[in-house]
């Protein structure tokens, strides 16, 4: 069955890094597009960064030129490179995968950016 497990989340100064994993299975990654969402504390899940299956980029304004989005279509990974972390960076950060018109989603990792 189709299954995303986010991992790499943890709690770290504001300026600081963190690297977001997805593992994917159950389905062939390369032919899918892979989001990136997040969602804070009382607010609504946002999207924060698009990977094509042809590797092309998106990114939600804020985010641009601080985060990037990567694949490893070997691995079976997708990847969320987040540099230069605010505090209002700090959310649950997810990964989604549309397939056969139905959206999955994994669990979710934690990150927190102290100030």
């Known amino acids: 069955q189709v299954r995303l497990v986010e991992s790499g989340g943890g709690l770290v100064q504001a300026g600081g890094s963190l690297r977001l994993s997805c593992a994917a299975s159950?389905?062939?990654?390369?032919?899918?597009?892979i989001d990136w969402h997040r969602q804070a504390p009382g607010k609504q899940r946002e999207l924060v960064a698009t990977?094509?299956?042809?590797?092309?980029?998106n990114y939600a304004d804020s985010m641009k030129g601080r985060f990037a989005i990567s694949r490893d279509n070997a691995k079976n990974t997708v990847y969320l490179q987040m540099n230069s972390l605010k505090p209002e960076d700090t959310a649950v950060y997810y990964c989604?995968?549309?397939?056969?018109?139905?959206?999955?989603w994994g669990q979710g990792t934690q990150v927190t950016v102290s100030s």
């Open positions: 159950g389905f062939i990654l390369s032919n899918k597009a």
């Open positions: 990977i094509t299956s042809g590797g092309v980029t």
């Open positions: 989604k995968v549309r397939v056969l018109g139905f959206d999955y």
